[in-house]
């Protein structure tokens, strides 16, 4: 049974560029969150997705946008790149209000 | 709205030494709490978790906690570190019974002293 996968594992970009992350959830969650974590802090909610709407957004600008598929898969989009962007993005996946797991994370360096 | 507050972003101990990371949270209802691990380069792995019931609980790796609700506080312990458990832990919080995204502290860097 495959856990949380995410792609790619690293990238670079430069400023003012598009990013497009994607996640696959664990096989039977529903629900996919994503995290920003900065360098040295723990991860910051971005945003919550459950039957291809978003239910919960935390304090992120409209730049991050995201979209869940009906497979339950995910993607989070961030426009306009910024040097503050550079971080581990980390997606999650639970069935319901389970507990989330997490993915190995994708290393985004804007530069 | 949650909070959570780790005192000490490094804590350092002998190998078989307890292990003591301190973690209170701020909440307006009853928490949800969970205790993740990561290891470099990684993502979080979760320890336990408390939801209702007993407030003792027990995770992976020999790791414990108890939620203490008048100190609004749950504290991850091991009697005795092992080498392999140094890593970065982070303390997280979420409304109880809800759906919410996890509110999590700044982390604690374990470091294990041969």
């Known amino acids: 049974d495959a856990g949380v996968t995410q792609s790619p594992t690293h990238l670079i970009k430069t400023r003012g560029q598009q990013v497009t992350l994607r996640c696959s959830p664990k096989s039977g969650h529903d629900t996919v969150s994503w995290y920003q974590q900065a360098l040295g802090q723990g991860p910051q909610f971005i945003f919550q997705y459950y039957e291809e709407e978003e239910r919960q957004r935390g304090n992120f600008p409209d730049r991050f946008s995201g979209h869940q598929f009906p497979n339950y898969s995910s993607e989070l989009n961030v426009n306009a790149l910024l040097l503050g962007d550079s971080a581990l993005y980390l997606c999650?996946?639970?069935?319901?209000?389970?507990?989330?797991?997490f993915g190995p994370g994708t290393r985004l360096t804007v530069l | 709205a949650q909070s959570v507050t780790q005192l000490g972003s490094h804590v350092s101990v002998s190998e078989g030494a307890l292990v003591l990371l301190r973690c209170n949270y701020s909440?307006?209802?009853?928490?949800?709490l969970f205790w993740y691990v990561q290891y470099p380069n990684q993502g979080l792995q979760l320890l336990l978790k408390y939801t209702t019931g007993a407030t003792l609980v027990k995770g992976i790796n020999g790791f414990e906690a108890e939620f203490k609700k008048s100190e609004t506080s749950f504290h991850l312990t091991k009697p005795s570190a092992h080498m392999s458990d140094a890593a970065e832990y982070f303390c997280?919080?979420?409304?109880?019974?809800?759906?919410?995204?996890?509110?999590f502290g700044k982390g604690t860097h374990l470091i294990i002293q041969p």
């Open positions: 997280a919080v979420r409304a109880g019974g809800g759906a919410d995204g996890l509110t």
């Open positions: 999650a996946s639970n069935q319901r209000i389970d507990t989330q797991y």
């Open positions: 909440s307006s209802v009853p928490p949800y």
